[in-house]
């Protein structure tokens, strides 16, 4: 919105040519939304305690710490980072482009779906939420129309291939599968940062990174002379997204600061599955829907602990894995909550980095 008010008189007003510039816009997207979740980050929490009397549903069979230290916790606090992350989109970003509208979609979609199944749990009191059939179908619905609209978008060359890293001009041709595949990648990635989301503060630093890497791979495939460069595969418009993943950082941050041990909100899927999802769509508009599983591996790794756990116990009647998630089993072999969110956030930190070298080694 303020790109396209303050343009018009960048010949006027020197000082209004910033806007022009993605690197200012995704910058100050990034402040807008880090200010909004600290200035309505306590009321948006004290709205949520308000109808949710006994705060988040805690699992029977999880951790026994949590009976005592989550009890009364309030979730739903993905409000707050959509709240903040839309607010700084629609300010910050160049409302022409359609690879806005498409990741908005998704992310909004999913996120409406996440409260929807956070609602049934607080007001039921239980932890089923919406049943697993509909979510999945949901999602489904979702991603396959922004397959479609991504398509779309995308130049001709690129619109129904899936890129490989590490090789300069590499494409796997789907043809029509590629809708698919791409609603697959942003159904995973949303399911999957939601069965991260279990300790304070574990999954929200991992989404944060996962958003830094790919605000400059957005940055740098829609920029034609860094992809060329680079031997990317260029896609006009892409770059746009810069100023999206700038705002989920900074919402990010904001609710962090909430959300720091002890939490005061948890994000519940009502985030958790938003973000995988906006992961998720960035991911296929930029073409580097492989490098997610890389850069997002934490996640991954997470979701296939589950995985492994249920397929092995219905095989054998064992468990591979005290409890699953992940996280779960090394809280149940004794690591601290603190240990084992850090450690994770280094391991997402480092294969953060080995997905910026895919940019660079071909």
Request: charged fraction near 10%.
């Amino acid at each position: 919105m303020i790109p396209l008010l303050l343009s018009p008189l960048a010949d006027e007003f020197i000082l209004f040519n910033l806007a022009r510039y993605t690197t200012f816009r995704a910058g100050a997207a990034c402040m807008t939304a880090l200010f909004i979740a600290l200035v309505f980050g306590n009321s948006v929490i004290n709205w949520l305690r308000s109808f949710q009397r006994g705060g988040q549903p805690i699992r029977e069979d999880g951790p026994a710490g949590h009976l005592i230290t989550k009890k009364g916790t309030p979730t739903m606090g993905g409000v707050l980072i959509l709240l903040s992350l839309t607010l700084g989109v629609l300010l910050w970003a160049d409302l022409r482009n359609g690879f806005i509208w498409a990741v908005l979609f998704v992310t909004l979609g999913y996120g409406a779906l996440g409260f929807a199944d956070d609602w049934l749990k607080v007001t039921k009191r239980n932890t089923k939420g919406v049943s697993g059939r509909a979510k999945l179908v949901s999602q489904g619905a979702i991603a396959f129309v922004a397959a479609l609209w991504f398509m779309y978008l995308l130049p001709p060359g690129l619109s129904d291939n899936l890129a490989v890293p590490f090789l300069k001009e590499a494409l796997i041709p789907l043809s029509i599968l590629f809708p698919f595949v791409a609603a697959f990648v942003m159904m995973g990635s949303s399911n999957a940062v939601n069965l991260t989301d279990g300790l304070d503060g574990l999954a929200i630093v991992p989404v944060m990174i996962a958003a830094a890497v790919f605000a400059l791979i957005a940055y740098l495939v829609g920029n034609r002379i860094y992809a060329d460069y680079l031997q990317l595969h260029g896609v006009p418009g892409a770059g746009e997204l810069a100023v999206f993943c700038s705002a989920l950082i900074g919402a990010s941050l904001g609710f962090l600061w909430f959300n720091a041990p002890p939490a005061a909100v948890f994000m519940g899927d009502t985030g958790s599955l938003a973000l995988g999802g906006a992961l998720g769509s960035i991911a296929v508009a930029t073409k580097h829907e492989i490098v997610l599983a890389i850069v997002g591996g934490l996640f991954v790794v997470e979701t296939l602990s589950v995985i492994i756990q249920v397929f092995w116990y219905k095989r054998t009647g064992r468990r591979v894995f005290l409890m699953a998630p992940l996280h779960h089993h090394f809280e149940k072999k004794g690591w601290a909550e603190a240990t084992i969110v850090i450690r994770f956030w280094i391991i997402a930190m480092v294969l953060g980095l080995i997905g910026l070298s895919t940019l660079k080694i071909r």
